[in-house]
């Protein structure tokens, strides 16, 4: 919880929420940042008469016209129309909606009404517009601005919807999708000024990573109330001490200095079993029920339920405020050869992820989600790394219910340039840094931070980058390990010094050495002695694989058939099972799903490495996968003696 986080509990009935989501208007301007000039033009700007309950989204073209169409919100813009111009759009995107607010928040001064977006690809300016009873339009408000694609942000517009009578809020959100050096991911842009081949002003995006760049607004957009004086924050950590669990919190409450504070720690049943007073302090559970990890314990991801209740006083009299916040009681440490939740070896054997879909490209989606977690419960999978962004709060959510560990990672994917490593990028990786931690620091399922994937960390000022952004995430998060996702040399590495856990992508037989998959034992058992003998930290493998074409069968096995993804995997789990024994403490397979891309030779329509397909449909890998995670589960269990597997379908579901 937190600013960002703070309605992320609206939807249980705890604060007054209207979801704005639907149909949005919407219309864009291709080309560059330009954020100024964005502002100003925005201002009083109304995009046509759409029904209240529409949302338009307008694109422009570079004379200021363009089409104004229908967009879904949450959804990217970018698959959901027929115009080809809109898919490779690059520039400024406008989405406009007509929200009814209740009386009450209207006309309640002691009512606190804030405007939640929970993510807008990549830079927003957010604009409001009041409507009051007679009918005319006042002039729009600028009311936010946010840089970055993959998070929360909020406006209080309580004085804009409380100076008079009104009969709705009219939101325009202005969103450019430009990636420069200097953006989380970078990017640049390529001008072709050659006007025998490429017409006047013509530019394309470039980026040094290998997804596509949807835009849009890909999560939900909310308005949500509060009182005057409210609970800001809470920060929860928590150990154990033999079988006592202790819960320590940190509260902070905004709009008044005069409050008293209780707290309860409530167990699954709705039973306390613990509470306290204050802003501050330390609950004690004895016999607690520890948080475990999918398929580490009979009973996995325990959640307690922590309830906080304020009591201010202000100058209008007392007001009051209420939170719940799902808490889990486990303890993550790292050794030189393993890593240990509640005190016990864990073992990583998951899935590399994305954010992406047919049609919705990187917009939430429900069923989506449930889908995909039973797909990880079927496959046996323990654990998933956010590549290369955080993702909805909504996918933590169901981490911490469903025991599935997390390595959060941050944007900072496709830093190729020393631009992209200046102190100018620096600054905003840290604060980047502090909305993903401010975020997500209390989901027990995010066991580890990740600050980037696959940086250029062998430059020179990597190494002052790098250790400056690591301990800056530790002061932030001292009850974490973190990390980085490399594919430099050792040698040349300037930041694994610098993390706790080292995690190493590598694509052997696949990115070289084409086809001969007889080198893959040799050169994987080498990679891995070579980190540990140098560093002495435990090793994950956070990415390897092979691109498949569903369908496709070659034996012997060729690229791109599924048997060579199958054999490809096998080789690599031989020195795997050789090293885990030593200090490899997990695995991580490149993809969990196929997913979209540039346009490029290498890749027909998208990445193929997933295990399923981008409708998630298994190839033959998957059921590999699947029985080896389900072995690797048997062996690693702590309370054999407690199991007892039950078989939902053909699934060896154990609860």
Not at 36 to 43: D, I, K, P, W
Not at 67 to 84: A, E, I, K
Not at 254 to 268: I, K, P, R, T, Y
Not at 308 to 332: E, K, M
């Amino acid at each position: 919880m937190g600013g960002p986080d703070v309605c992320s509990e609206a939807e249980a009935g705890q604060c007054p929420c209207t979801r704005v989501g639907g149909g949005w208007q919407g219309r864009g301007r291709r080309g560059g940042f330009g954020h100024l000039g964005a502002t100003s033009a925005l201002a009083g700007r109304t995009l046509g008469s759409a029904p209240r309950t529409a949302c338009r989204c307008s694109l422009y073209t570079v004379d200021g016209s363009g089409p104004t169409l229908d967009m879904p919100v949450p959804s990217s813009f970018n698959d959901v129309g027929q115009d080809g111009r809109l898919r490779s759009f690059v520039g400024w995107v406008w989405y406009e909606r007509e929200a009814t607010l209740p009386q009450r928040w209207t006309q309640d001064l002691g009512t606190r009404v804030v405007l939640r977006i929970g993510s807008a690809h990549y830079y927003a300016i957010v604009v409001s517009a009041t409507s009051r009873a007679s009918g005319w339009w006042v002039n729009g408000v600028h009311v936010a601005e946010h840089e970055g694609g993959h998070l929360p942000f909020e406006a209080d517009i309580s004085k804009l919807v409380q100076s008079g009578p009104l009969s709705f809020c009219r939101i325009t959100i202005a969103i450019n999708n430009t990636l420069s050096p200097y953006t989380l991911p970078p990017g640049t842009i390529l001008y072709q000024t050659d006007t025998s081949k490429y017409p006047k002003g013509y530019f394309v995006q470039n980026t040094n990573f290998d997804f596509f760049n949807y835009a849009g607004l890909h999560r939900s957009v909310l308005l949500y109330t509060t009182p005057i004086s409210y609970i800001d924050d809470i920060t929860i950590t928590t150990d154990v001490d033999r079988d006592i669990g202790l819960v320590n919190y940190q509260i902070f409450i905004q709009g008044s200095e005069h409050f008293q504070l209780e707290v309860f720690l409530l167990d699954e049943d709705g039973r306390a079993v613990a509470q306290g007073t204050g802003g501050q302090g330390q609950l004690q559970v004895p016999r607690a029920h520890l948080w475990w990890p999918y398929l580490m314990h009979e009973h996995p991801a325990y959640l307690y339920s922590l309830e906080v209740r304020l009591t201010a006083q202000t100058a209008d009299g007392p007001v009051s405020d209420f939170y719940t916040l799902p808490v889990g009681i486990r303890t993550v440490a790292v050794t030189e050869s393993q890593f240990l939740i509640n005190g016990k070896p864990f073992y990583f054997h998951g899935v590399n992820k994305h954010e992406d879909a047919d049609i919705r490209g990187k917009g939430f989606d429900w069923p989506l989600l449930v889908k995909d977690f039973n797909l990880l419960r079927w496959l046996g999978a323990n654990a998933f790394r956010t590549s290369h962004y955080p993702y909805a709060e909504e996918v933590m959510q169901l981490c911490d219910r469903y025991g599935i560990v997390v390595i959060d990672e941050s944007p900072g994917v496709g830093i190729a340039l020393a631009q992209s490593l200046s102190n100018m990028s620096l600054q905003h990786h840290l604060e980047v840094m502090e909305e993903m931690v401010r975020r997500d620091k209390n989901h027990p399922a995010v066991v580890m931070w990740s600050v980037a994937n696959e940086p250029a960390s062998s430059l020179k000022p990597a190494g002052y980058y790098f250790k400056t952004l690591i301990a800056h995430t530790k002061a932030l998060d001292p009850s974490r390990p973190v990390t980085f996702v490399t594919k430099s040399s050792y040698e040349a590495d300037l930041g694994v010094p610098y993390v706790d856990v080292i995690c190493v992508n590598s694509y052997y037989s696949w990115y070289h050495d084409y086809g001969h998959m007889e080198v893959i034992q040799l050169q994987l058992a080498t990679q891995f002695e070579n980190w540990y003998r140098t560093y002495q930290k435990p090793i994950i493998q956070s990415e390897y694989g092979a691109e498949t074409i569903a369908g496709f069968h070659q034996d012997p096995p060729l690229m791109f058939s599924e048997e060579y993804q199958k054999g490809l995997l096998e080789q690599y789990h031989l020195v795997l099972d050789q090293k885990r024994k030593e200090y490899v403490v997990g695995e991580l397979i490149w993809n969990f799903a196929d997913f979209m891309t540039d346009q490029s030779p290498q890749r027909a329509i998208g990445n193929r490495k997933g295990i399923f397909t981008r409708q998630r449909q298994p190839k033959s890998a998957a059921f590999l996968l699947r029985e080896r995670y389900w072995k690797l589960a048997n062996e690693t269990w702590h309370h054999q003696s407690a199991v007892k597997p039950q078989c939902v379908g053909n699934s060896p579901f154990t609860f």
